[in-house]
């Protein structure tokens, strides 16, 4: 007889196994039945290992299309995204580059326009100027219309955008000034009452005047 749990040959009537120290009530098997024991236990084993490898084999092919099919779509469709974000980002840029550079350009061409028309300057008293305007609007923008025109004035009134001055004669009446767009910054240093020589191009709006695209001398 043989032990059923090591397989050594045991002695008749022995009650525990001399190699494992199993008892041997219970445990005792034939040569044939040892045998065919392990046969199973070695079947069990090549069985869970066919399995275990099957199934990484599996996994491995499972991946491989996985990857062919969808993750590499996936990493050509976040390479095709990175790559739209870098041409609207540059996109953004030249059309910021594009902007400066033309805002630039106006306000040069604003500065070129204004200092060519200092030669065809027309000095006007603010007092004269005014009463020409109340006695006869009409007249007045066809004299000095269109024209650039510089005079000396008192601020009166200042906002956001323009001011105004007067003479010396104070009246009701007063000229609108709108300031190029490059002198606009001045607005905020002007102080009501302070004296103001200005330079733009005139015009008679109904029954009073302004003087645009002005710059403060």
């Known amino acids: 007889m043989f032990c ?17 120290g199993t008892k041997t009530t219970g445990a005792l098997q034939t040569k044939n039945e040892f045998n065919q024991s392990k046969k199973e236990e070695r079947n069990e084993l090549s069985k869970a290992l066919l399995v275990t490898f099957g ?11 996985l990857y ?15 790559e739209w974000a870098s041409e609207k980002i540059e996109e953004i840029q030249e059309n910021r580059q594009r902007t400066t550079t033309n805002s630039s350009n106006n306000t040069q061409q604003e500065k070129t326009s204004n200092s060519s ?16 305007i109340g006695n006869n609007a009409a007249r007045t923008q066809q004299i000095y219309g269109g024209k ?9 009134d200042i906002n956001e955008y323009v001011f105004f001055i007067v003479g010396n004669d104070y009246g009701v009446e ?3 000034v709108n300031l190029i767009s490059y002198e606009k910054s001045k607005l905020v240093n002007l102080q009501i009452g302070q004296t103001v020589t200005v330079r733009g191009v005139f015009k008679v709006n109904i029954n009073f005047g302004t003087i645009g695209s002005a710059s403060i001398e």
């Open 4 to 20: 059923k749990y090591c397989g050594r040959e045991l002695s008749e009537g022995a009650e525990f196994c001399g190699n494992c």
């Open 68 to 82: 062919h099919l969808v993750i590499k779509d996936l990493i050509q469709i976040g390479k095709k995204g990175v």
């Open 55 to 65: 199934s990484l084999a599996l996994l491995v092919v499972c991946g491989f299309f």
């Open 148 to 156: 650039v025109i510089r005079t000396t004035g008192r601020v009166k």
């Open 174 to 176: 007063d000229l609108l």
């Open 117 to 132: 028309n200092t030669q065809n300057v027309i000095d006007v008293d603010i007092d004269t100027l005014l009463r020409e």
